[in-house]
């Protein structure tokens, strides 16, 4: 069946570091792609999406590059902020399913 | 223009009653999905609703839990005689109709489940 994994976390930088996680799926056909981040608490929040491969996904600094070649959809941001501390989950939907696809989550800490 | 909403938003029972988890979706928004967080784990599917109908109940537990999303009214996930391993946090998503698999689920705060 189709499945996301993603690094193991915790992420732990400093304010202004350059950020990636890794993100790579499983999947038959052509899905969408997606990253949502969960602050503490709280519900998840779409970060980005991509449904096509090549297309580039961005949103407050973050972006993700759809890669079918590689399977990949790796999260970067150029310079993280300690408000970025949250928990980010990578997903997929595949064609003809509405269910997203999670991956297990990475944590990302920032500090000042 | 009200996100998604669930309550409560933390529930406890004690082993062998049962939990009722509601959530409204957006305006607008006609498709209803639940899914179910344990600890220190990703989100799993539990069920795909629209009006009146199941969709997708493929990650439901065979037993105990059901789902509705009745004409008028919230959504609500009920589990039945509830035990330890439930404890967890239920998170629901809605989104528009008619748009294909490539629109966006937008989740609720969730609701946290403990069981004692």
């Known amino acids: 069946g189709d499945s996301v994994t993603q690094m193991e976390g915790p992420v732990t930088l400093s304010e202004e570091a350059f950020l990636t996680i890794n993100c790579t799926y499983t999947?038959?056909?052509?899905?969408?792609l997606f990253w949502y981040v969960q602050y503490p608490g709280e519900g998840l929040q779409l970060l980005l999406k991509?449904?096509?491969?090549?297309d580039k996904g961005s949103n407050k600094g973050f972006e993700a590059t759809y890669r079918k070649e590689t399977t990949s959809f790796h999260l970067e941001k150029g310079s993280v902020q300690v408000s970025d501390s949250a928990v980010y989950f990578c997903?997929?939907?595949?064609?003809?399913?509405?269910?997203?696809?999670f991956g297990t989550g990475t944590r990302l800490l920032v500090s000042p | 223009n009200a996100g998604v909403m669930q309550n409560p938003r933390h529930l406890v029972r004690r082993r062998g009653q049962e939990a009722r988890l509601r959530c409204s979706p957006m305006?607008?928004?006609?498709?209803v999905y639940w899914y179910r967080q344990l600890p220190e784990e990703g989100l799993k599917f539990m069920v795909y609703?629209?009006?009146?109908?199941?969709?997708?109940e493929s990650g439901m537990p065979k037993e105990r839990f059901s789902a509705e999303f009745p004409k008028e009214g919230p959504s609500i996930l009920r589990i039945q005689q509830v035990v330890r391993g439930d404890s967890a946090a239920y998170f629901c998503?809605?989104?528009?109709?008619?748009?294909?698999?490539?629109?966006?689920?937008?989740f609720g705060p969730g609701t946290r489940l403990l069981v004692l």
């Open positions: 998503a809605s989104s528009p109709p008619g748009q294909g698999f490539q629109e966006t689920q937008y």
């Open positions: 999947a038959t056909g052509y899905p969408s």
């Open positions: 991509a449904t096509k491969a090549d």
């Open positions: 997903a997929l939907k595949n064609t003809g399913f509405q269910k997203l696809v």
């Open positions: 305006k607008g928004h006609s498709h």
């Open positions: 609703l629209q009006k009146e109908n199941i969709i997708d």
